[in-house]
T-cell receptor
Framework: LAKTTQPISMDSYEGQEVNITCSHNNIATNDYITWYQQFPSQGPRFIIQGYKTKVTNEVASLFIPADRKSSTLSLPRVSLSDTAVYYCLVAVNNAGNMLTFGGGTRLMVKP | NAGVTQTPKFQVLKTGQSMTLQCAQDMNHNSMYWYRQDPGMGLRLIYYSASEGTTDKGEVPNGYNVSRLNKREFSLRLESAAPSQTSVYFC?????????????FGPGTRLTVL
């Protein structure tokens, strides 16, 4: 079964670029890598997902190396409002419909 | 569109009582999920329904049952609540099919079992 591993926490300062890595050694051949953001007392919110190389949207970029065993979420120029928990997610069964969250990375952005 | 709705928002139960958490989505999604989140922890999958008429166990199914009533609704039942089930419960629906892992979450139900 595919599992994800992330750093428990990270600190940054406003205006900096933040890179959060996730390890997923047993990812299925055709699965996507998906990232979520969660604020206190709210459900997770989808940020970005990709299959390989680089994906960019208005919020973040996602970098996936050729072997797909890891991925990096990049948040450009973070602000205080980016303080949240960030989760990477891959499917854990071959059918691709069992979606479990790991422990996530708690990002603290300081002024 | 309301997205994913959950009822109730808050609930206090006594040990041994039963209750059903309701979840509905109006996005015509096939797959729906129930997670629990304990304070300071990540989300854990309780049950999921890949399509109408099917349900499967997740990581922590013990003490829970689910019903996929129709395509819109997926309920979670606690038959005999225990203090260890004190948690925030999130329902989610998934856009499209695998490998798309984009889920939409409801606001959560905060459950306390005394």
């Amino acid at each position: 079964l595919a599992k994800t591993t992330q750093p428990i926490s990270m600190d940054s300062y406003e205006g900096q670029e933040v890179n959060i890595t996730c390890s997923h050694n047993n990812i299925a051949t055709n699965d996507y890598i998906t990232w979520y953001q969660q604020f206190p007392s709210q459900g997770p919110r989808f940020i970005i997902q990709g299959y390989k190389t680089k994906v960019t949207n208005e919020v973040a970029s996602l970098f996936i190396p050729a072997d797909r065993k890891s991925s990096t979420l990049s948040l450009p120029r973070v602000s205080l409002s980016d303080t949240a928990v960030y989760y990477c997610l891959v499917a854990v069964n071959n059918a691709g419909n069992m979606l479990t969250f790991g422990g996530g990375t708690r990002l603290m952005v300081k002024p | 569109n309301a997205g994913v709705t959950q009822t109730p928002k808050f609930q206090v139960l006594k040990t041994g009582q039963s209750m059903t958490l309701q979840c509905a989505q109006d996005m015509n999604h096939n797959s729906m999920y129930w997670y629990r989140q304990d304070p300071g922890m990540g989300l854990r999958l309780i049950y999921y329904s890949a399509s109408e008429g099917t349900t499967d166990k997740g990581e922590v199914p013990n003490g829970y049952n689910v019903s996929r009533l129709n395509k819109r609704e997926f309920s979670l039942r606690l038959e005999s609540a225990a203090p260890s089930q004190t948690s925030v419960y999130f329902c989610a629906s998934r856009r499209g099919q695998p490998p798309n892992n984009e889920q939409f979450f409801g606001p959560g139900t905060r459950l306390t079992v005394l």
